[in-house]
């Protein structure tokens, strides 16, 4: 089956996800994420792109970026990738694939979704239970926000946009939003929908109009139209009606 083609962000802004093949470490010391940063910044310097913020996991990265020329994401990350793997397969004597061989790249091209990205990449060492705070995880963008000369991170583009408190309370709020940076399954969205509206999927067409256009609504800022009909039952020429 082919693959399907990479959405293409109007932006230029993607969130970008790539991980260790069958989800292996792909930093194991301090020395690993450094090199990868250093590699980053070596690229920045041959083409034309930034970096809003970044998460380097144990065994994936997150990354929020913009790309200058419409299409160059997939060469930056093909730099990125080759590169690092080269240098980690040497300094373990290993072979073989490091990574998972398709990353994600998601287009960014809403402000809320936008900000949503911003946090989400911050939090995800919280959420993995590997860090108590935001601020105390040191391979993340979220410390580089406060220095004078960041490494590889631009941070005018936020910066413009809120001060150094309005940034530290955005991080610190605490309201689940429902993600739709990783696409959910079928068996998710139902959990999701009966533990925050308290209803079945299949009876959700037995709620009045304005409580079903809401749920919709909601539903529809992380999955397809095709996704929701298929777990509640509504069709999307209903939705539309909507």
């Known amino acids: 089956m082919s693959r399907k083609p990479r959405i293409i962000s109007e932006s230029g802004m993607y969130h970008v996800i790539f991980r260790g093949n069958n989800k292996q470490n792909i930093f194991n010391d301090e020395q690993d994420y450094k090199k990868i940063k250093g590699i980053i910044k070596d690229i920045k310097e041959q083409m034309s792109f930034e970096i809003y913020a970044y998460c380097l996991m144990t065994?994936?990265?997150?990354?929020?970026?913009?790309?200058?020329?419409?299409?160059?994401?997939?060469?930056?990350?093909?730099?990125?990738?080759?590169?690092?793997?080269?240098?980690?397969?040497?300094k373990y004597q290993r072979s073989g694939g490091l990574f998972e061989n398709r990353y994600k790249a998601m287009a960014v091209d809403d402000e809320t979704y936008l900000y949503e990205v911003l946090r989400y990449i911050h939090s995800n060492p919280v959420a993995a239970g590997i860090s108590a705070q935001i601020d105390e995880y040191p391979y993340s963008s979220y410390k580089e926000y406060f220095e004078q000369y960041p490494y590889i991170l631009d941070k005018g583009f936020f910066m413009s946009m809120m001060s150094k408190s309005e940034f530290v309370d955005f991080h610190s709020r605490e309201e689940i939003v429902v993600s739709r940076l990783e696409k959910v399954s079928d068996d998710e969205l139902r959990n999701i929908i009966i533990s925050k509206y308290g209803v079945a999927p299949k009876n959700i067409g037995l709620l009045n109009k304005e409580q079903i256009a809401e749920i919709i609504r909601e539903l529809e800022k992380f999955c397809s139209k095709r996704q929701i009909e298929k777990v509640t039952g509504i069709t999307r020429w209903k939705m539309s009606k909507l």
């Open 59 to 90: 065994n994936h990265v997150h990354m929020l970026m913009r790309e200058k020329e419409p299409g160059d994401i997939s060469l930056i990350i093909k730099k990125v990738l080759t590169r690092y793997a080269m240098w980690f397969n040497k």
